[in-house]
């Protein structure tokens, strides 16, 4: 397979994977610090976020699963080296679905609930999704 370069891919599981861990630090009032600043940068111009027990969970328990996320993505790209051609392009269309009903489903809830600055994250992580797929080569093989 050597048509296929997985870096992209990886890199792109490491984004998420950071992104996910970052989100973690809202479950604990010591280390929310950097998880308001970016419900402040999500949400501008709404005033501060009351970081009450449901808001610590509701984020902690998104970043545990982005955090999961990023590494099943980590772990299919590693596996992609080793797979058939059939298998790879497969298996990474079956994920271009999962990323594109995320993109829609997540992007329209933040829009219908003000957070249009999450749409256009949502955006620039899709973004950052198909470059990786088009330089990893592999839907091409």
């Given at each position: 397979?050597?048509?296929?370069?997985?870096?992209?891919?990886?890199?792109?599981?490491?984004?998420?994977?950071?992104?996910?861990a970052?989100?973690?630090?809202?479950?604990?009032?010591?280390?929310l610090?950097?998880?308001?600043?970016?419900?402040?940068?999500?949400?501008?111009?709404?005033?501060?976020?009351?970081?009450?027990?449901?808001?610590?969970?509701?984020?902690?328990?998104?970043?545990?699963?982005?955090?999961?996320?990023?590494?099943?993505l980590?772990?299919?790209?590693?596996?992609?080296?080793?797979?058939?051609?059939?298998?790879?392009?497969?298996?990474?269309?079956?994920?271009?679905?999962?990323?594109?009903?995320?993109?829609?489903?997540?992007?329209?809830?933040?829009?219908?609930?003000?957070?249009?600055?999450?749409?256009?994250?949502?955006?620039?992580?899709?973004?950052?999704y198909?470059?990786?797929?088009?330089?990893?080569?592999?839907?091409?093989?």
């Open positions: 397979m050597s048509e296929i370069n997985i870096f992209p891919l990886k890199l792109f599981a490491w984004v998420v994977i950071l992104f996910g970052v989100l973690c630090l809202a479950g604990f009032t010591l280390t610090a950097p998880v308001d600043l970016l419900y402040k940068v999500f949400h501008p111009g709404e005033g501060h976020a009351v970081w009450g027990d449901h808001l610590r969970f509701s984020t902690g328990l998104m970043g545990a699963v982005t955090l999961g996320w990023g590494l099943t980590l772990a299919l790209a590693k596996h992609t080296a080793i797979m058939n051609a059939a298998s790879v392009k497969a298996l990474w269309g079956s994920v271009t679905t999962g990323m594109i009903i995320w993109l829609v489903i997540d992007s329209v809830i933040s829009i219908a609930n003000g957070f249009w600055v999450n749409a256009l994250s949502n955006a620039v992580i899709a973004a950052i198909f470059w990786a797929i088009g330089k990893s080569g592999v839907r091409k093989v």
